[in-house]
């Protein structure tokens, strides 16, 4: 019987069209599936499922037809108890460290994947105030240590729970902790930074019955207006969260300091203790609006405090606008030349005026201390209503003058 190549053969095929064929065949079915084929990349988590385990190397399927491989270091890293319970057919996470070596193998990491996802995970725990349910592994002298998937937190002192740290006893940290290695704990993520692999958690705030009991209770003592002494237990973006007896009130960004900071972790630090003034209580909805900048000294009152109205001013211009100019007085105190104050003519925009740069004297006609404005004026520096001001400026600069030479003698 002729098999199917001597059929072609018989029909006329010679062997180099039937090779040409088969190359045809096989171009058309990678242009077919290649577009689908959805092929491994760098820094990429997936899940794949374990094809077989050998000593020094697990092959895991990932779906692409292929097998990636963890091996040398990456195998070393997985514990040894995780390790032992992996099986042949189990599903887990992957992180691709290399979609191709040398060797043309696909280089696969289970401990890194497995970070990944926790942090991702401790992110999301973050955002909802989720509790998470887990049990103390360690301590060290500031708390314990609380296993968070395949992250390792950390929890204060001051974030354990109140009944927890009633059993306390002993100086040393052995003495206070080690009975309590293997007991569950209930914890709220409070703090997480990837780049420091820092991950803090609270026991006190995972108690919401408590929680929420004190915090009625204190919404209820609470007065606006009124200081107090808090404890930072939280940062985010958007400020920082202060505990009060038992009550979380928010710090906003704009509250934390007179200087323009991106983030409350550049002046804050969760467990610090800080001063608070109340400004706004919302019993309905149970929040507390606290600030630290209304506390400290404004530095801009402090800098605007030697300048008066009626003043004449050395300045430098920054920036003009349709609006007007700005001048800078001295470094972080800058005043607004409005349009219509700086020329006697009506001009379209300040740059037929005025030049970035450019020195020039100016009138001060206005200072705002609570919204931080100065108002200059150009077209009044020669004006007469402030003559005799003018006169008395001079009179103190010559008087300062002759008695400078005084001065000197008598030292």
């Given amino acids: 019987m002729m098999d199917q190549n001597d059929a072609q053969l018989e029909q006329g095929a010679t062997p180099e069209n039937h090779q040409v064929d088969n190359q045809n065949d096989m171009a058309s079915l990678l242009e077919q599936e290649g577009p689908g084929i959805d092929f491994p990349k760098a820094g990429e988590i997936r899940t794949g499922m374990i094809a077989s385990i050998t000593p020094g190397q697990i092959l895991v399927s990932v779906g ?40 043309g193998n696909l280089v696969l990491s289970y401990v890194r994947a497995r970070e990944e996802v926790s942090w991702t995970r401790t992110e999301e725990l973050l955002a909802s105030k989720e509790v998470y349910h887990s049990s103390i592994v360690g301590y060290n002298k500031g708390g314990l240590i609380v296993p968070v998937g395949g992250l390792r937190g950390f929890v204060p002192s001051s974030q354990i729970s109140l009944s927890r740290r009633a059993s306390l006893s002993g100086e040393t940290p052995d003495q206070r902790w080690s009975k309590m290695i293997g007991q569950e704990i209930d914890v709220i993520v409070i703090e997480v930074d990837r780049e420091r692999r820092r991950l803090i958690l609270s026991e006190r705030a995972a108690s919401t019955e408590t929680r929420e009991s004190l915090k009625e209770r204190v ?15 939280s940062l985010a973006d958007f ?106 003519k009506r001009i379209e925009h300040p740059k037929e005026v005025l030049h970035e740069g450019e020195a020039v004297t100016l009138r001060i006609i206005k200072i705002d201390p609570e919204n931080h404005r100065i ?37």
């Fill in 64 to 103: 692409t037809k292929s097998e990636g491989v963890i091996t040398g270091k990456e195998y070393e890293l997985i514990p040894a108890d995780e390790l032992s319970e992996l099986k042949v057919g189990q599903e887990i996470p992957v992180f691709v460290v290399n979609p191709e070596d040398q060797n």
């Fill in 219 to 233: 919404i209820d003592e609470l007065k606006e207006g009124e200081i107090r002494t808090g404890r930072v237990t």
């Fill in 239 to 344: 400020g920082a969260f202060v505990n009060i007896n038992g009550a979380d009130g928010l710090v906003h960004l704009s509250e934390i300091s007179w200087d323009r900071i991106q983030h409350p972790g550049e002046v804050l630090k969760v467990g610090q203790e800080v001063k608070v003034k109340v400004i706004s209580i919302d019993r309905e909805k149970k929040r507390i609006g606290l600030s630290i900048r209304q506390l400290l000294e404004d530095p801009w009152t402090q800098k605007s405090a030697k300048y008066a109205v009626g003043q004449l001013v050395e300045a430098s211009i920054t920036r003009l606008t349709k609006f007007g100019a700005f001048a800078r007085l001295e470094d972080d105190l800058e005043g607004l030349i409005h349009i219509s104050e700086i020329s006697e």
């Fill in 375 to 411: 108002g200059l004026s150009l077209r009044r520096v020669e004006s007469m209503a402030y003559a005799d001001m003018d006169w008395q400026s001079l009179d103190d600069i010559l008087n300062n003058e002759e008695e400078k030479p005084t001065d000197e003698a008598e030292a």
